[in-house]
């Protein structure tokens, strides 16, 4: 490691704030052990309680219509489509009552941009599963559903929000954005808003008290320069509304879409992205790592490299799945992934309050019902339909 390095490691490891360009140089030059030493200094200190976190939650995939055609779905149909569906609410709540059932504290509402949805059944649906179920914190949509719905019901952002909002929305999952900067995410893309629209939605969200979180999707061809950028179109916006709960990096997944898996991120890139985010968000609280799209071996590594959470259980989860991510975990898996990292396991909230913090390995949960249930596995969570 070159002695300017070596200085700049030590710099960000102290909590100093470090530039996109600074960024870039541990990202690419920086020994993989020392990067990742740094950022769970940094980790370390914002937690010092040693406790990483899981949460557990139902994503509810509502429909599979989809006009915007990402090169990189494969879970969307083109309208018209004899294998589009859309859930009716009767389905939408039977799967709420599944979840609460579980032990779930948060439903992720994320479908595709159907032109037969507008602002009147988002909250007719929204309002319905808040007054049935206003245990369930609503942690859903996010910037491009909002864009999608000012589009089709023909409203402005704010208007949108607040509607959504006063319906029961109580945050937006920050899917959607992909590659935030234009030459990657036109290419994979074309017909999303753009990244300048996505913060500006997630801006005005923050502005108006809906916080999110932010994800980034790696791997789709974008150079290492455009990663970083990404980075920093966020810590922008997050310097003005400090309203991102978490960053939430994943990757590609390649299967049954039109990108074909040409470009893909490697683990090692993976676990470097998870240790240059920790480190460049000094305005950012929470580090996901993704065990579902990189596997649970380097899902337990990212808490040596700045994560704090490992996210969820997933109760149901459609898209990603739909495009080969075929791991599957269940709480007490997760549970034995932190301990094994050598943190102290705790069930946490929408929010990253700890609801349960499993000290004591004797008393574990075992034998639970709690695991992950996608659309390629047994479904007897899902009876209704092989894709959804
Ligand atoms: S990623 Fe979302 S917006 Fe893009 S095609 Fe798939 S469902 Fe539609």
Request: glycine share 8%; with cysteine.
């Amino acid at each position: 490691m070159t002695r300017a390095t070596s200085q700049l490691l030590a710099h960000a490891a102290d909590g100093g704030r470090i530039t996109a360009d600074e960024a870039l140089r541990l990202y690419t030059d920086a020994p993989l052990h020392a990067l990742g030493e740094a950022a769970d200094a940094v980790r370390g200190r914002r937690y010092p309680d040693n406790i990483a976190t899981y949460i557990i939650d139902r994503n509810i995939n509502y429909t599979n219509v989809c006009v915007t055609a990402c090169k990189f779905c494969a879970f969307y149909r083109a309208p018209k489509h004899e294998e589009g569906w859309t859930h009716d609410l009767e389905e939408i709540l039977r799967r709420c009552a599944e979840a609460v059932d579980l032990g779930a504290t948060q439903i992720m509402l994320q479908g595709g941009h159907s032109p037969e949805l507008g602002m009147d059944w988002y909250e007719a649906t929204f309002a319905a599963i808040k007054q049935q179920f206003p245990q369930l914190v609503l942690h859903s949509l996010g910037a491009s559903e909002v864009v999608h719905i000012s589009r089709t019901s023909n409203l402005d952002f704010a208007t949108v929000i607040s509607r959504l909002k006063q319906a029961g929305l109580d945050s937006f999952a920050g899917a959607g954005a992909e590659i935030l900067v234009r030459r990657p995410r036109t290419a994979i893309a074309p017909l999303k808003e753009s990244g300048e629209i996505w913060l500006e939605v997630m801006e005005t969200a923050h502005g108006l008290g809906i916080e999110s979180t932010a994800t980034f999707m790696m791997g789709t061809g974008e150079t290492n320069a455009e990663r970083i950028e990404h980075l920093r179109m966020i810590r922008d916006v997050q310097d003005r509304t400090g309203g991102f709960r978490s960053f939430i990096p994943w990757t590609y997944q390649p299967e049954n879409n039109h990108l074909r898996g040409k470009t893909q991120a490697t683990s090692l890139e993976y676990l470097r992205m998870i240790a240059v985010a920790r480190l460049f968000f000094d305005n950012v609280n929470h580090l996901q790592g993704s065990w579902l799209t990189t596997g649970k071996d380097i899902g337990q590594l990212t808490l040596h490299f700045g994560a704090d959470d490992l996210g969820s259980v997933m109760l149901e989860e459609n898209v990603v799945s739909s495009a080969g991510a075929r791991h599957r975990s269940n709480r007490g898996e997760l549970i034995d992934l932190i301990r094994g990292a050598g943190r102290v396991p705790a069930q946490r909230d929408t929010l990253y309050r700890h609801l349960v913090v499993h000290e004591d390995p004797a008393h574990d949960p075992v034998d639970d019902r709690v695991h992950s249930h996608f659309a390629s596995t047994a479904l007897n969570l899902l009876p209704a339909a092989a894709a959804s």
